[in-house]
């Protein structure tokens, strides 16, 4: 069943070990399904054995039964309905057992394509950011989609018919030889001759099959770019010139495809009829065998040779075809392999976050209801001892260095310290590393040298997932999630009631844009919210981490695509979210920054300033000339 | 749509009938092959004759060459007429998509135009190949077959006839249901990679949230679902083949049996009774090629229907007969314009893009430097669009230099009209061919010139290869603001009459800002100059600034007058001065 032509890749490039990787897709095969791969083994030789039966059949039909028949005055028909009777059982089995291996395999490569699926979808949740950063978003969907679709034909296409074909071969060289050794050694001859040129063929089709891969990337790219700046194109009367580049990418395109066309499509013919010389070969040689009546070969007997003779040569063209096809899955297994084999983000947290009672003189019970308090467990290993401490929201930097490769550090001796509900701004240009901060907090980067400090635990120790449940963020780009606005909304925290969820939109300032829309919270959301604008998006974000109702909030950049009229109305639902919160916020716009309990200019990784708005403007400083900046021309 | 797809062949038109032709050679002779053979057995081996053996294995030789050479052909002639037919369709696509107006852009989006031109032309290329060659083989082989069969015993065919048209049915009704399975699997299929693609790119937020666990379990249940689809749909698949062979046996069985009797009564030859079994196995063949095509057809039908949606749109931005080809210069008047996005309300009346124009009447002196200022959202971007007709008015009209933007070539206009985009791109090449889209014939020291004007001089000569530096795709390896100010130097090459930067400086910083408005003020002082932005100290030192809300301009006057007289305005300065203000890149570098 040929799926769509999901425009597959083969990248040129090859794989070095492609039987370890063979052999880690057939192992992927067999852990669930090896019982029934030995059925489907067995139904494939069954099924092969029945197809040999029928060829042979002819045989016995000429010989055994019709040419005695034609010389009796009154033939019996009676043995001759019972070999057909014979021959419809071993039919039926036949064709009962391909049907049965057929039926088998359908939930076997669909079976293991969803075993690959989820392994492959499950790990790369658990990747760290870095991995994310540092492979092509466009490459990993392409594991998704052109790879596995790859190794989905290979498991329910090629491996059967592999199996199917060599059985075939196998079982029909016996008949053969067992037939007549002389022409088997024609047909022999014969196959070498078609190995030779389907490897030829097949090898100057794969060369251009790469270039043309190559090409099609390159139309690609050019279409990507153009399209995305048509209409500076257009702006620019830059047409033709445009249209100049495009058709010379075009013609290389239609060239190479041409070639690699051509020789894929030349290797059937010529393996077909260098079959039919094959075949003419046989029947002339043992046509003069079969007059001579030397050797004992019959007529029937030449005739079921002949039948056999096809039947060889037809596996052994599908063999060398689907070489290029397994290759190419192997390319693909590759790639889903590298990703399963990607290391998972470490977690060597050991302190949770639980529920807590707190008694009157403030000692900290464990509980397992829900009771709106929370307390890190920390559990000491020194002593086995367990000690509870309040979720506060104290936040401290200790001599931070940081930097995403060990050569080149972003940020350099960062010390600071946000004291509950405290407001803390980072001011300072794009690269400065005010979001690479952020980052640290909820450990999507490990730092290289000094301590944060989260409640006075390092967070190293505290359970990555425990940790990041205790901050809120709303990021620089918005990421909506296809479902209704309130499934996004609810995002935040999974067991908030419709209530809670629009309470926070309303937080947020965002219930009034989502109550006209055409219905309301249900209302779908689909690719990354395309039909909502940014303003709107960022307004879901801020709702969705409103909901969260964490005890530290990161906001970046969260207000930067709302318009400073629209911000003015949103400010006081942020003021009010962020109220009693530590809340670490990145911003251009002063007003956002303007009432923090202390603002930090970053340059070039390291805070060069620090206070309140007030005493940086006293120090005129860097941020008295941000500040001031505004002014020059007034 | 059929009929513009066939017009693609052009000048593959001899390939694409060759192929057929050549295809018509090669199943002749494959349909002939087996009836030599028959010969070969009755006439030479069953009649003792080498002479016939030789003879008749002599033609089979010759026709076996003749049907490789055949097959040779129309491979060859499939390849190139195929490719070329593609060829064809991407450049045809790629001409029209340059002819269309913003809203015919609009209306495909980017996207779409790149999957039309990309995976719908490789699916109909391959369908193409397909059609020409196998719609004509599977069809013939049919025929022939059954006609060779006739030819050796119509009493046997009789048998076969009712077989073939038993087994089309079947195949015809399983593919069917099966076609329709499959297609409800593949948008579930395309659902699911949506959801890893955001995934993907939305793994911050799900980190942030914790939500992997909660991610996983949606996508392991739609993983499971895909799978029992697929396992229903296939499984129907399956159950083509046995029936199939089912049928075909029991042909074979039946013409065993019959042929028994008629070769002992003399009527049938030993010889030919094995060419019909060649025969029943070449019909099977066909059958099954014909199934395949009817399924690559209904495949790839949504593909050439999304092509031919290119093909026959209509640009609705088309030069007037006798165009005007000079603008006088850089007046601007609108004349109680009115405009509204077609179409986008309707398709998701989530209230985007409900950016329409009301009613606006105002003119430009030509030199004058306007600011435009108002909340997103307002038609800004709109109403300067209008100006180098980038959309038409729905109503009243918009005069450049005294005269309707209809009545120029559109060439002339927009040369004559710069805009600088809100959302710009920069192309992948050097910066100085990035500039030079600008002016093709521009020299360096031109290049450096209007460099220098939009700041961008400096950043650039501390580049390692100074002009030359290459950009990436995208623009990528350059600052925002680096980005932005490249775009107005591109703009300026152009000599334009009337410039327009539509939020062109939001990346850049104040100071970087003000250098640049300056240096419009005393360098080109001839050029009329619309600038929108969101700040405030970007518009307060134009001429005019024109305040709009909603689609409509509610102010149109100096920055003193309007503080005094326009509510809004004054409500936008109070904001910005007081505790507003923006933090920008310093010197963005």
């Known amino acids: 069943m040929p799926g769509p032509n999901r425009g597959r890749q083969f990248g040129g490039q090859k794989i070095e070990h492609p039987f370890p990787v063979l052999k880690r897709v057939l192992g992927y095969m067999m852990r669930d399904y090896a019982p029934r791969f030995v059925i489907v083994v067995i139904c494939i030789l069954l099924s092969a054995y029945c197809s040999i039966r029928g060829t042979l059949f002819l045989r016995t039909l000429i010989d055994d039964y019709i040419t005695p028949m034609t010389q009796q005055a009154n033939p019996d028909f009676g043995p001759l309905a019972a070999a057909i009777g ?176 051509k020789f894929a499509n030349i290797l059937m013919p010529v393996n077909g009829n260098l079959g039919h010389i094959s075949y003419v070969l046989c029947a002339v040689i043992g046509g003069i065998l079969a007059i001579t009546g030397r050797l004992g070969l019959t007529i029937g007997t030449l005739v079921s040779f002949l039948t056999l003779n096809k039947n060889f040569t037809m596996p052994v063209t599908q063999i060398s075809q689907q070489f290029n096809a397994i290759i190419m899955a192997m390319a693909g297994a590759d790639r889903v392999f590298k990703i399963i084999d990607e290391e998972s983000e470490t977690d060597e947290g050991y302190v949770e976050l639980v529920n807590v009672k707190e008694a009157e003189d403030g000692t900290l019970t464990e509980t397992e209801e829900r009771t709106g308090k929370w307390a890190w467990r920390h559990p000491h290993q020194a002593d086995g001892t367990v000690t509870y401490r309040k979720l506060e ?110 309470a926070a939109a309303k937080l947020a300032n965002a219930h009034s844009f989502i109550h006209r829309l055409p219905e309301g919270y249900e209302t779908m959301l689909t690719g990354d919210g395309a039909n909502l604008s940014q303003g709107q998006r ?72 620090r206070g309140t708005h007030d005493q940086l403007i006293a120090e005129k400083g860097k941020y008295y000339q941000l500040y001031t900046g505004n002014q020059i021309t007034a | 749509m059929l ?121 109909l290329q391959n369908a193409f190949q ?58 579930k299929y395309d659902s699911l990679n949506e959801s890893v693609q955001e995934n993907v790119t939305g793994i911050r937020v799900v980190k942030a949230f914790v939500r992997e666990d909660y991610e996983n379990n949606r996508f392991n249940t739609a993983a499971e679902n895909l799978y029992k689809m697929f396992v229903k749909a296939e499984s129907i698949v399956v159950a083509n083949f046995p029936i199939m062979m089912c049928i075909v046996n029991g042909c074979i069985l039946a013409i065993s049996w019959f042929g028994a009797r008629m070769i002992t009564s003399g009527t049938l030859t030993t010889g030919n009774l094995t060419s019909l079994f060649s025969y029943v196995m070449s019909v099977l063949m066909s059958l099954m090629m014909l199934s395949m095509i009817f399924v690559m057809i209904t495949m790839s039908t949504a593909s050439a229907e999304r092509i031919a949606e290119v093909l026959t749109e209509v640009p609705d931005i088309q030069n007037p007969e006798n165009p005007v080809m000079e603008v006088k210069d850089g007046e ?112 360096l020291e031109e290049c450096q010139e209007v460099c220098r004007l939009a700041c961008a001089d400096e950043f650039i000569s501390e580049m390692p290869d100074g002009y030359e530096t290459r950009i990436e795709q995208g623009g990528n390896n350059v600052s925002g603001g680096q980005k932005q100010r490249l775009c107005i130097a591109r703009a300026l090459l152009k000599k334009p009459k009337i410039l327009i930067l539509d939020d062109s400086t939001s990346a850049c910083d104040t100071a970087t800002d003000a250098k640049i408005r300056e240096a419009f003020a005393t360098r080109i002082p001839n050029t009329t100059k619309l600038i929108i932005a969101q700040r405030i100290s970007s518009v307060q030192n134009a001429d005019r600034i024109i305040v709009m809300e909603e689609g409509r301009v509610v102010g149109f006057d100096t920055h003193e007058n309007l503080l005094k007289t326009n509510e809004i305005y004054s409500e936008i300065y109070e904001t910005q001065t007081k505790g507003g203000g923006d933090f920008d890149e310093p010197g963005a570098n």
């Open chain 2, 130 to 187: 397909m059609i020409i060659r196998i719609a004509v083989r599977a069809p013939l082989t049919l025929v022939t077959s059954v006609v060779m069969c006739l030819i050796i015993s119509p009493r046997i065919s009789l048998i076969f006839l009712v077989a073939v048209v038993v087994l089309a049915i079947v195949i015809v009704v399983i593919m069917k249901t099966a076609m329709s399975l499959f297609r409800a699997t593949f948008d």
């Open chain 1, 393 to 502: 929201g104290r936040v401290t930097f200790n001599d931070v260095d940081f930097g995403y490769t060990p050569e080149k550090m972003v940020l350099h001796n960062i010390s600071m310290y946000a004291e509950p509900g405290q407001k803390i701004a980072f001011v300072g240009s794009t690269g400065a590393g005010k979001t690479t901060i952020t980052n640290l907090i909820n450990r999507f980067y490990d730092i290289q040298d000094g301590k944060i400090r989260y409640d006075e635990i390092n967070i190293n120790k505290i359970k990555k997932a425990d940790l990041r449940r205790s901050l809120g963020m709303v990021l620089q780009d918005t990421h909506l999630f296809t479902g209704t606005v309130m499934d996004n909304i609810r995002f935040g925290r999974l067991d908030a009631t419709d209530e809670e969820c629009i």
């Open chain 1, 86 to 261: 014979k021959m419809a059982g071993i039919y039926a089995i036949g064709i009962a057992s391909s049907y049965c291996y057929n039926r088998l395999m359908v939930n076997i490569s669909q079976g293991t394509m969803l075993r690959l699926r989820k392994e492959l979808f499950n790990h790369m949740e658990t990747l760290p950011i870095r991995y994310f950063d540092t492979h092509a978003h466009g490459d990993i969907m392409s594991v998704y989609t052109n790879d596995i679709d790859t190794l989905r034909q290979l498991i329910g296409n090629t491996i059967p018919q592999l199996i199917n074909s060599s059985i075939t071969v196998v079982m029909t060289f016996v008949s053969m030889v067992m037939l007549d050794v002389p022409l088997t050694i024609v047909t022999c001859l014969m196959i070498v001759v078609m190995m030779f040129a389907a490897m030829k063929l097949g090898g100057k089709a794969g060369t251009f099959f790469v270039k043309q891969q190559k090409d099609l990337g390159a139309v690609n790219g050019y279409i990507e770019e153009m399209m995305t700046g048509q209409k500076v194109v257009k702006i620019f009367n830059h047409e033709e010139k445009a249209m100049e580049q495009f058709r010379e990418l075009n013609e290389q395109l239609r060239d190479s495809a041409n070639q690699a066309n």
């Open chain 2, 3 to 123: 009929k513009i797809l066939i017009g693609q062949i052009k000048q593959y038109k001899r390939d694409t009938i060759l192929t057929p032709l050549f295809m018509v050679g090669e199943v002749l002779m494959e349909v002939m092959i087996p009836f030599i053979t028959a010969r070969i057995i009755d006439r030479g081996i069953t009649a003792g004759s080498m002479e016939n053996i030789v003879r008749y294995g002599g033609l089979m030789v010759v026709m076996a060459f003749a049907s490789l050479f055949f097959g040779v052909m129309s491979g060859r002639c499939a390849a190139s007429a195929s490719t070329g037919f593609a060829c064809n369709l991407r450049e045809t696509m790629y001409e029209k998509i340059q002819t269309f107006s913003f809203s015919n852009i609009d209306r495909f989006s980017t996207a779409g135009l790149v999957t039309r031109l990309t995976t719908d032309v490789t699916n």
């Open chain 1, 538 to 609: 960022q307004l879901i974000a801020i709702a969705r981490a409103a909901v969260a109702d964490p005890p530290v909030l990161i906001l970046d950049e969260a207000t930067s695509s709302i318009d400073t009229r629209t911000e003015s109305m949103v400010q006081k639902g942020m003021d009010s979210l962020m109220s009693g919160r530590t809340t670490f916020v990145i911003a251009h716009r002063l007003s956002t920054v303007r009432n923090s309990d202390c603002i930090m200019v970053l340059e070039k990784g390291r805070i060069i300033e």
């Open chain 2, 332 to 443: 601007i008047e609108f004349r109680e314009t009115c405009f509204a996005y077609a179409g986008v309300e309707d398709t998701n009346g989530n209230g985007i893009g409900d950016e329409t124009l009301d009613h606006i009447s105002l003119k430009i002196r030509s030199g004058e430097t306007v600011g435009i200022i108002g909340p997103t959202g307002c038609g800004k971007t709109t109403l300067v669009s209008l100006i180098s007709r980038l959309y038409d008015v729905s109503w009243g009209s918009v005069l450049v230099g005294g005269r309707d933007v209809r009545e120029y070539d559109v060439k002339v206009l927009r040369d004559a009209v710069s805009v600088v985009l809100q959302k710009n791109e920069l192309f992948s090449g050097t910066i100085l061919d990035n500039l030079r889209w600008g002016n093709e014939n521009a020299t």
